[in-house]
């Protein structure tokens, strides 16, 4: 047998025939199915079906031997372009050592062209900015409150993560799966720590279809019946001119990034296309981005993330505790936003049905039809939907607000020589 391991590694014929089922490992097996599982839950269950498919076969690709479609993790290779760069420059040598010398694959290259530059979320961002009418959120403005409220979780689990001993920067990826935005969490993690980005952007995008099983329980559990049998009044709702349509992201625009200029790319991007739809006057810019841009982005942004998703990083005790703690940031989201819509009651005189308050997570507009259906099973009368449209909306803003304070922060905190590594 060892005979003829020997012919099959020196010899490159049967090294290329044969090597594939001889590298083949129980970690690349485990993987495999975990990325038929995926496929499975986005085709057969409908369970955001446009990133998992992409996500899930992605993660079969990087895991099938020598293919050598991508190698991951980043530091453990040296792309042969960057060696010819850098020996035109000073004679300085680029290797890392105990590096490999690789010839780039096709999704390396996806990956350096827009996971590593985050341009991918960024794109995404002005397809979703294009999709999203805040006019529900202009006609109730107090409600953006609810939004800020939903984003709690987050900060729960940054402090649980770092209780438990991940790292500083791993435990901030970590804690933006409880924005409940597929997009920011990929933004975040490839900035700052781009080996988990394939269990993140799982967690993420898993719990984002799952909201309608995590958030009734847990929005039961924080109310009473007759709190969640409540009608909303109608009339709070008050018109929105288009002028206002128009200013909103202008102004959302300058307001944030004068607070958190850090997060220019994500704010920025989101409200461009938000001002692309509202604008009226580039129709087939805003069908682009809406479509071509939106799916052609959200097929290589699933196809290349599902890449990362080796068994080297991805089977290992960490990912488990990333899927534990996301799922307390979206429970602890849900909470906070109810608790936060309760508090709002002691000091309004227009009641508000604490359900909306659970909207206040970047779902879109999944966690407004949930609080539409709780309220409705509680009383067949109830119509929440477009005040939870409102929340909802806002919770968008919210959870780009909160990932573009932590960049500000973690970028301070970098300038002063602070190590965010330990």
């Known amino acids: 047998m060892e005979a003829i391991m020997a012919v099959i590694t020196n010899n490159d014929f049967l090294y290329n025939v044969f090597g594939g089922f001889t590298h083949f490992t129980w970690q690349s097996a485990v993987m495999i199915l975990i990325g038929c599982i995926l496929i499975y839950l986005g085709a057969a269950k409908d369970y955001e079906p446009l990133l998992l498919v992409p996500?899930?076969?992605?993660?079969?690709?990087?895991?099938?031997?020598?293919?050598?479609?991508?190698?991951?993790?980043?530091?453990?290779?040296?792309?042969?372009?960057?060696?010819?760069?850098?020996?035109?420059?000073?004679?300085?040598?680029?290797?890392?050592?105990?590096?490999r010398v690789v010839n780039e694959g096709i999704l390396d290259v996806l990956y350096n062209a827009g996971i590593a530059n985050e341009l991918f979320p960024c794109l995404l961002f002005i397809g979703i900015g294009a999709m999203t009418d805040f006019g529900p959120l202009l006609q109730n403005p107090r409600v953006m409150l609810?939004?800020?409220?939903?984003?709690?979780?987050i900060f729960l689990t940054?402090?649980?993560?770092?209780?438990?001993?991940?790292?500083?920067?791993?435990?901030?990826?970590?804690?933006?799966i409880g924005a409940c935005d597929g997009p920011t969490s990929i933004f975040i993690t490839s900035m700052f720590n781009p080996a988990l980005l394939g269990p993140i952007s799982v967690a993420a995008y898993s719990y984002m279809s799952l909201v309608p099983l995590i958030q009734p329980?847990?929005?039961?559990?924080?109310?009473?019946?007759?709190?969640?049998?409540?009608?909303?009044?109608?009339?709070?709702?008050?018109?929105?001119?288009?002028?206002?349509?128009?200013?909103?992201?202008?102004?959302?625009?300058?307001?944030?990034?004068?607070?958190?200029?850090?997060?220019?790319?994500?704010?920025?991007?989101?409200?461009?296309?938000?001002f692309l739809r509202e604008c009226g006057a580039v129709g087939r810019l805003v069908q682009a981005a809406e479509n071509e841009i939106a799916n052609i982005t959200t097929l290589f942004l699933g196809l290349t993330v599902g890449a990362t998703m080796t068994g080297e990083v991805f089977l290992t005790a960490k990912t488990l505790g990333i899927f534990a703690l996301g799922f307390i940031a979206?429970?602890?989201?849900?909470?906070?936003?109810?608790?936060?819509?309760?508090?709002?009651?002691?000091?309004?005189?227009?009641?508000?049905?604490?359900?909306i308050g659970a909207s206040g997570?970047?779902?879109?507009?999944?966690?407004?039809?949930?609080?539409?259906?709780?309220?409705?099973?509680?009383?067949?009368?109830?119509?929440?939907?477009?005040?939870?449209?409102?929340?909802?909306?806002?919770?968008?803003?919210?959870?780009?607000?909160?990932?573009?304070?932590?960049?500000?922060?973690?970028?301070?905190?970098?300038?002063?020589?602070?190590?965010?590594?330990?």
Do not use: W
């Open 55 to 99: 996500i899930g076969f992605g993660c079969i690709l990087a895991n099938l031997p020598l293919t050598e479609l991508i190698h991951v993790p980043r530091d453990g290779y040296v792309f042969n372009h960057s060696i010819q760069e850098a020996l035109g420059e000073a004679g300085l040598m680029p290797f890392v050592e105990g590096a």
């Open 158 to 176: 940054l402090m649980l993560a770092l209780a438990i001993g991940y790292e500083k920067l791993e435990a901030i990826c970590i804690a933006i």
């Open 330 to 355: 979206i429970c602890g989201d849900t909470a906070f936003g109810v608790f936060g819509a309760k508090l709002m009651n002691l000091f309004s005189k227009q009641k508000i049905n604490p359900l």
């Open 146 to 153: 609810l939004g800020g409220a939903g984003q709690f979780g």
């Open 217 to 274: 329980p847990v929005m039961k559990l924080c109310t009473t019946k007759k709190e969640r049998e409540f009608i909303m009044s109608y009339e709070m709702l008050t018109p929105v001119t288009q002028r206002t349509k128009i200013l909103f992201p202008i102004v959302v625009t300058i307001v944030t990034l004068l607070i958190a200029p850090s997060g220019g790319a994500l704010m920025g991007t989101l409200m461009f296309g938000n």
């Open 361 to 422: 997570i970047s779902a879109f507009p999944m966690s407004a039809r949930v609080a539409q259906k709780v309220g409705n099973e509680a009383n067949p009368q109830n119509y929440l939907l477009m005040h939870a449209m409102g929340v909802n909306t806002s919770g968008q803003i919210g959870s780009v607000l909160t990932a573009s304070v932590m960049i500000a922060i973690i970028g301070a905190l970098q300038t002063m020589g602070v190590d965010l590594t330990i």
